[in-house]
């Protein structure tokens, strides 16, 4: 399963930098950095499900947003890409985790 996660996290308080941290590393743990608060995940359904708990226990729902775009497959039919950045390939490539 390929999808896409946005987040807007609230950095106007202490506690939500440390939010905001937090995400970023629980996205780290499962997938790749495309943007600042933007994610790519090419993961199973379980594990989709576990990061989708962790995020949701992590966030303020009156203060931060979160997004997930689910990505259909396969997904060079659906996505485009320009510029500099190079993304995994997570077919070809080792991911370590």
Do not use: W
């Amino acid at each position: 399963m390929f999808f896409v996660l946005a987040y807007d996290i609230s950095t106007e308080s202490k506690a939500g930098q440390k939010r905001l941290r937090k995400v970023a590393q629980i996205c780290e743990n499962y997938g790749q950095r495309v943007q600042k608060s933007v994610f790519e995940f090419q993961i199973k359904e379980e594990k989709y499900l576990q990061l989708k708990n962790e995020i949701l226990k992590k966030i303020n729902k009156d203060e931060d947003a979160v997004r997930i775009y689910r990505i259909l497959e396969p997904r060079d039919d659906h996505v485009e890409e320009y510029g500099c950045f190079e993304a995994v390939d997570y077919e070809e490539d080792a991911l370590i985790v």
